[in-house]
């Protein structure tokens, strides 16, 4: 089974695809040497970081302006 799992990962998003983007602004920034505040990453690759960090609350997704 996957960590987090999408079920709990929706309590923290408005919709699947937001989600999506920003784990993978998220983990782009880490690909490109950015630090993570997650202690032990269950994840060995940013985009399971960016997911795990978003579950902890340690990076907030809002909605932006169109």
């Given at each position: 089974m996957l960590y987090p799992s999408i079920d709990e990962m929706m309590n923290?998003?408005?919709?699947?695809?937001?989600?999506?983007?920003?784990?993978?602004?998220?983990a782009r920034l880490l690909r490109e040497g950015g630090k993570t505040d997650v202690k032990a990453p269950r994840s060995h690759k940013q985009?399971?970081?960016a997911l795990e960090e978003i579950y902890e609350d340690r990076i907030v997704v809002t909605r932006g302006e169109e």
């Open positions: 923290k998003v408005d919709s699947k695809y937001s989600l999506v983007v920003a784990a993978a602004r998220r985009v399971g970081v």
